[in-house]
């Protein structure tokens, strides 16, 4: 229903910064809550960061609270992730999910994920 493309990735030292975009095709975009999730290496797949479909509300993972900000433009079909004061914990594949539930919970459509890596 959603088609979702990740971009923005990239090496960063810690304490520097970076910006995901999320790019999404499908007519339904602006009604779904979206979020983002990371992965790293023989870890599990974990929440990061959560807005509603009008982006009135917002939800974050403790681990990211106060350095990360999920925001949309429904006009663009576009969702993005500025991270600020990037630690080597944050070093993850972050996927893009559309039709996130209860804040926390991702929905069936994911992208193919973009690569972040922090130096320490």
């Known amino acids: 229903q959603v088609h979702l493309v990740e971009s923005g990735g990239g090496l960063v030292q810690a304490g520097g910064s970076l910006r995901l975009s999320c790019a999404a095709s499908?007519?339904?975009?602006?009604?779904?809550?979206m979020g983002w999730f990371r992965q790293a290496p023989g870890k599990e797949r974990e929440f990061v960061a959560s807005?509603?479909?009008?982006?009135?509300?917002?939800y974050y993972a403790d681990s990211v609270k106060g350095r990360f900000t999920i925001s949309r433009d429904n006009a663009k079909n576009t969702v993005y992730l500025q991270m600020n004061s990037l630690k080597p914990e944050d070093t993850a594949v972050y996927y893009c999910?559309?039709?996130?539930?209860?804040?926390?919970?991702?929905?069936?459509?994911w992208g193919q994920g973009t690569q972040v890596t922090v130096s320490s």
């Open positions: 807005i509603t479909w009008n982006g009135r509300s917002t």
């Open positions: 499908g007519r339904t975009f602006s009604t779904y809550a």
């Open positions: 999910n559309a039709d996130v539930r209860g804040a926390t919970k991702p929905g069936p459509d």
